[in-house]
């Protein structure tokens, strides 16, 4: 059993310890004469008796070693007493439903961070995550990692507070039904703009969900195609932005594509924006880093899908089965024009050693000059403002056919934080690069914000190398289900399970036994 979204059961007041349990099953007192509450929600027993299968799922443990049902009688594990202190058994728990053999493989598999099975539900009507780690951090006032359900062009596209099944203004129904699926068959009802969901950022950051660097991860998603489905984004951490080079705050998610003959492939991002905006043809803004799964992914029946990253590379798999899977001579032009000869075009697992991006550590890339002219395949620098102020870093890297044959370039990197055009207080500074590296120490009073903007210059021996390069601080993508940018996604959304580590393939291949 697991713990109400991850937090203790804990005392009202500080110090307290449990008393005899009290005639007539209230709420258990403290010697301080305080009650158990639920922190930070503020309520007693009266949440768990709401639905039985609450106390089944949530009261059974807690790191301090006390229960729900020893404070709350109706939660079982406690006992009814009458006026002579008579213990009277408490009655059995309700069968658990029909759902929960597959449930449980899901919460069995240890380093769970979210698992979302749009069912289960939090007190203020949302659906939740279950978890068998420390979410800590999480801001759970509506449960753990709460959904808002969204639909395109009625303001809840962006934004609290969406709504929850029971404030659903739509025909359009919230759930659905598929025969064969994990979960009795049921899903999220996702369509387009109609029905989509996120959870908001500010629930998740700095939160074990928010995977970033060289976090090692599962995402793992129960998914129903339609036919004549074409596209787009499962799951995951994806704002597209607007498309520009240096738009967009993407960090992972898994999505389906017409192209390649309907496939999957796990998105990971370094920059939050392009993947090789040093290109200089059509197609270079977009995140191009995927591990493109060989096998067909075929509509109108369950499937379950995956991707892990383990830092040092990416790769996909669906119904518990990677299927390697290469590029076609032409097939990925924006890559191949950076790389030329160099280019891999090994696609599954995908080679991605960057780190995941986080809006406050992160790579950004030069553009703007001549690759095969400046024997350079990427000129690019890691800023980190997630560390501890005095940690602090901005560095440079490159990627180049042969590193000896540039390590006596003279380069320097310059840049400027701005905000509303002023230099932010600690926000400037330049470094040299010697033998193909640099880096300089961040002020510790550098205090960065929301729409401030990162400006970066690129110059060897006082020319610059191609184009001053601007990068928009931002909040950082919500987890979304369904859509990110344009027309969305059309499916049947059974669950989503998140863990922080990487499965094996038995573990994988068990979670696609249903």
């Known amino acids: 059993m697991q713990t109400k979204t991850g937090l203790l059961l804990a005392l009202a007041l500080a110090g307290g310890a449990a008393a005899a349990a009290p005639a007539r099953c209230t709420d258990l007192r403290l010697s301080g004469g305080g009650v158990w509450v639920d922190k930070p929600y503020g309520t007693g027993c009266t949440w768990y008796g709401a639905e039985a299968k609450r106390c089944e799922w949530y009261g059974s443990r807690y790191r301090n070693e006390h229960t729900a049902g020893e404070a709350c009688c109706v939660c079982g594990g406690g006992m009814r007493t009458d006026g002579q202190q008579t213990p009277v058994p408490t009655p059995p728990p309700p069968p658990p439903p029909t759902s929960s053999s597959m449930s449980a493989k899901v919460l069995a598999k240890s380093h769970l961070v979210a698992f979302w099975d749009f069912e289960t539900k939090g007190p203020t009507g949302n659906f939740v995550a279950r978890s068998n780690v420390d979410n800590e951090g999480a801001e759970e006032a509506e449960g753990l990692y709460p959904v808002w359900l969204r639909r395109?062009?009625?303001g809840s596209e962006v934004g609290a507070p969406g709504y929850t099944e029971a404030t659903w203004p739509s025909s359009h129904p919230v759930t659905a039904t598929r025969a064969g699926g994990p979960f009795n068959?049921?899903?999220?009802n996702?369509?387009?703009?109609?029905?989509?969901?996120?959870?908001?950022?500010?629930?998740?950051d700095r939160t074990p969900l928010d995977i970033s660097g060289a976090d090692p991860f599962s995402l793992v998603a129960w998914v129903w195609f339609p036919a004549g489905s074409n596209r787009h984004h499962i799951a995951g951490i994806w704002d597209e932005g607007t498309w520009g080079k240096y738009s967009g705050q993407r960090q992972y998610a898994l999505f389906r594509i017409g192209r390649y003959g309907h496939r999957l492939f796990g998105h990971i991002s370094a920059t939050g924006a392009a993947s090789y905006p040093q290109a200089g043809t059509g197609g270079d803004q977009y995140a191009r880093i995927r591990a493109l799964n060989g096998a067909h992914l075929s509509e109108g029946e369950w499937h379950m899908l995956a991707m892990t990253h383990d830092g040092a590379q990416a790769q996909s798999s669906q119904d518990g089965v990677s299927t390697p899977n290469s590029y076609e001579e032409g097939e990925e032009w924006v890559e191949e024009r950076v790389y030329k000869d160099a280019f891999n075009p090994v696609t599954?697992?995908?080679?991605?050693?960057?780190?995941?991006?986080?809006p406050l550590r992160f790579v950004v890339k030069f553009n703007g000059?001549?690759?095969?002219?400046?024997q350079v395949n990427e000129h690019y620098v890691r800023v980190d403002l997630k560390s501890p102020a005095a940690q602090r870093t901005i560095s440079y890297g490159v990627k180049a056919p042969s590193l000896s044959a540039i390590a006596s370039r003279n380069y320097r990197v310059t840049y400027t934080f701005k905000r509303g055009g002023a230099v932010v207080q600690g926000g400037s500074?330049?470094?040299?690069?010697a033998n193909n590296a640099g880096s300089a120490n961040l002020s510790p009073s550098l205090v960065v914000e929301v729409d401030d903007r990162l400006q970066l210059e690129l110059t060897r021996n006082g020319a610059r190398v191609g184009s001053v390069v601007e990068h928009r601080m931002g909040p950082g993508a919500a987890f979304s289900f369904g859509r990110i940018l344009g027309d969305g996604t059309t499916m049947v959304l059974g669950g989503v399970a998140m863990y922080?580590?990487?499965?094996?393939?038995?573990?994988?291949?068990?979670?696609a036994s249903f």
């Open 190 to 204: 996702v369509k387009g703009t109609t029905l989509f969901a996120t959870v908001e950022r500010k629930s998740f």
């Open 152 to 154: 395109g062009h009625d």
């Open 500 to 511: 922080n580590r990487v499965l094996s393939e038995a573990e994988l291949q068990d979670l």
């Open 185 to 188: 068959g049921k899903g999220l």
């Open 429 to 433: 500074g330049s470094f040299d690069v």
């Open 348 to 358: 599954n697992p995908k080679e991605f050693s960057w780190g995941v991006f986080h």
């Open 369 to 374: 000059y001549n690759v095969a002219a400046d």
